[in-house]
């Protein structure tokens, strides 16, 4: 995710994100592939992605603040939304006041 910048929100055809598979409970093995499938690193990528998404929320979140009404700040902000549309909607990290939204009406 990080090294090469894969968008962790991005979907598959039937609209899940790589969170949401390794959440899926379903099979231990893999259908077509016959190999059973390593829970502990579907954990780890879970926690992977978590924290990448964290990171980056938390990145705008205090562009956001900062920004005011500075434009150039604010097009930055929604050109990263554009690629990462779930931040828009992103809990808002129990570390923090205010959301994206918060700043934004502020």
């Known amino acids: 995710v990080t090294t090469y910048q894969v968008p962790f929100d991005l979907l598959t055809k039937d609209g899940k994100t790589a969170g949401e598979i390794a959440h899926e ?3 231990a093995r893999a259908c077509s592939r016959g190999a059973m499938r390593d829970m502990a690193g579907c954990q780890q990528v879970i926690e992977i992605l978590q924290s990448f998404q ?4 938390h990145a705008l979140l205090t ?5 005011g009404k500075n434009k150039e700040a604010w097009a930055e902000i929604f050109a990263e ?3 990462h549309p779930s931040l828009a909607t992103a809990p808002r990290p129990h570390t923090r006041k205010y959301s994206l939204v918060h700043h934004a009406a502020y």
Do not use: H, I, M, V
């Open 25 to 27: 409970p379903k099979l």
């Open 54 to 57: 964290e990171e980056r929320l």
């Open 63 to 67: 562009k956001a603040r900062d920004a």
């Open 81 to 83: 939304l554009d690629k």
